[in-house]
């Protein structure tokens, strides 16, 4: 005999089709873009740049210590007290974080208590280049996490949306420094928890400056390092990580042969950093080691301007122009 299947009552039908039907006049949910970057900034100079490229939407300021009771109290909150986003490193040895008994411990829960509540905050930015001597990379980690665990209970007592950052250097993405990017990255894995953002401080290193042929704030243009390129170690290392990134410094110097040359580059940086989902892109408009990187250099080579092309360029990605 048979096996008789169970009608199905005349409800069921009449909803099966209106599915059916809407099935076809209703086209799939696309998917959402990921926002573009924040374009923010650090500088030696707000004044200047306040004046010449307008807001930033996101500020990168830090401490070389652990200087401030309060945020209020630190220079990042006075020179922007309503700043939109801020992204901010105190410099704290990790050994004392994983201490119980030092009080810095409960000084850095105050400060954190304080800080508003989207910012986001690391410990000892580019540790792979300071560490020598002071920490080894599975302190830093380690210190790294409880810092984590601190601004996460603060986010837990306020609602807040606070965020910590690790901060390396572009040369420690490309494999070329002591110890690789994941000596410094906590895992789930290997260190049972993790932190929120992955960022580099991203330098296109000139070929001559401060030279006969280039002053201060010019290079020659040999070995340019297009946009592309420059930040592909850092995506290729925050994808296979599966985690947001950011760039926190990036620097270019003027092109002695090509006016335009680092305008157009910042902007082709920022095309690959939203087409790559970047949570921000903050130029470092200031002075470093092996370049000095503001945006107020001009023609004729040896000037500087408050409409320099690339301040006009960083300008106008921050929308304020």
């Known amino acids: ?11 069921a039908f009449v909803a099966a089709a209106l599915a059916a039907v809407v099935a076809l006049l209703v086209p799939p949910a696309a998917t959402a873009a990921a926002p573009p970057p924040l374009i923010g900034a650090h500088s030696l100079d707000y004044a200047w740049l306040d004046a010449a490229v307008g807001p930033m939407q996101i500020y ?20 922007h007290p309503n700043a939109p986003a801020n992204h901010y490193s ?3 040895l990790p050994q004392r974080l994983l201490d119980p008994a030092d009080p810095i411990n409960a000084q850095l829960q105050t400060f954190i208590a304080s800080t508003p509540k989207n910012i986001i905050l690391t410990n000892y930015h580019e540790p792979d280049f300071k560490s020598p001597g002071k920490f080894t990379p599975e302190q830093f980690r380690a210190g790294i996490l409880r810092f984590a665990d601190m601004v996460r209970a603060q986010n837990l007592a306020d609602g807040g949306t606070r965020r910590t950052s690790v901060i390396l250097m572009d040369v420690t993405f490309q494999g070329a420094w002591t110890w690789p990017a994941s000596d ?58 599966q985690t947001p990134w950011a760039v926190a410094e990036l620097g ?8 335009g040359h680092k305008a157009q580059t910042i902007r082709d940086v920022v095309a690959v950093a939203t087409a790559n989902g970047a949570d921000h892109v903050s130029y470092f408009d200031a002075p470093g080691k092996r370049g000095n990187w ?28």
């Open 184 to 241: 410094w990255w906590p895992t789930d894995a290997r260190d049972g928890g993790h932190v929120d953002l992955i960022a580099g401080d991203i330098y296109a290193l000139p070929h001559n400056t401060n030279t006969a042929c280039c002053p201060v704030g010019y290079t020659d243009g040999i070995k340019w390092l297009k946009a592309p390129y420059l930040l592909s170690f850092l995506i290729k290392f925050a994808q296979t990580n």
């Open 90 to 92: 105190v410099t704290i």
């Open 1 to 11: 005999m048979p096996t008789l299947r169970p009608r199905r009552t005349l409800t």
């Open 252 to 259: 270019y110097l003027e092109d002695i042969y090509d006016p």
């Open 60 to 79: 990168r300021d830090f401490d070389t210590g652990f200087s401030y009771p309060t945020w209020q109290d630190t220079k990042a909150y006075k020179a």
């Open 294 to 321: 503001r945006l107020r250099y001009s023609t004729p080579v040896g000037t500087t301007s408050m409409t320099s092309q690339a301040a006009l360029a960083w300008k106008a990605l921050a929308g304020n122009g």
